[in-house]
């Protein structure tokens, strides 16, 4: 008895290994393979999925742990086409605020830009499409603060838009090209 115990364990810790081996995999894939979607579809973001996503943007980093983001998720159309013009029923925008104008604390404005980025990359590895954008902020600042129930004192940053793509439009078609790796790194 406890030698087939003693296999099952073995058993266990080698499949579990081998599970934690795909996982980190699957996360320089989501990385490597990652693209800002362009054709969006129709069709609702799953409230389970939503949340892993937002959950990516809390855990993300930010400078002494100050955690500045607001995440104001917008899930009405007629809210989000005054953001974004062409965005589709279901897609969901979730702007990120932090106090101050937007543009002129630094740090902030990093702590907001990789949660911007957690969330993008938690989309796509969710099999969403999903674009970063600041095209609108200004006018989201301008406009819609109010309507949008920011914190007193906060401005928009950055936002993220997460939604259902075509399926057959893939990171090798959908991409741009990236600069080659020895015009924008180098070795002192
Ligand atoms: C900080 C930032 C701001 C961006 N703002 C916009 C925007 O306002 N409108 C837009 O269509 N795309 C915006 N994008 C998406 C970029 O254009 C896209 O990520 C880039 O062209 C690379 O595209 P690819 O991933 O398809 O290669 C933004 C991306 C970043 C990182």
């Not at 990652?34 to 969006?40: C, D, G, P």
Request: charged share 15%; proline share 2%.
């Amino acid at each position: 008895m406890m030698k087939k115990i003693g296999l099952f364990y073995v058993v266990l810790v080698f499949f579990a290994g081998l599970a934690g081996a795909q996982e980190s995999k699957s996360g320089i894939q989501a990385i490597l393979s990652h693209y800002a979607a362009r054709n969006f579809t129709a069709g609702a973001v799953d409230r389970e999925d939503l949340d892993q996503i937002l959950l990516a943007g809390i855990h993300s980093p930010s400078a002494n742990n100050r955690q500045p983001w607001m995440f104001t998720v917008v899930q009405s159309s007629a809210l989000a086409r005054q953001i974004v013009s062409n965005n589709e029923d279901g897609n969901v925008l979730i702007v990120i605020s932090a106090e101050g104008d937007g543009r002129t604390n630094g740090t902030q404005i990093l702590d907001c830009a990789l949660a911007a980025q957690s969330m993008y990359l938690a989309a796509q590895a969710l099999g969403y499409g999903s674009r970063i954008y600041t095209g609108p902020i200004n006018s989201v600042n301008q406009n819609l603060k109010t309507q949008l129930g920011l914190p007193a004192g906060h401005s928009a940053v950055v936002l993220v838009r997460v939604g259902r793509v075509q399926n057959n439009v893939d990171a090798q078609t959908a991409a741009s090209a990236r600069a080659a790796v020895n015009t924008k790194v180098q070795y002192k």
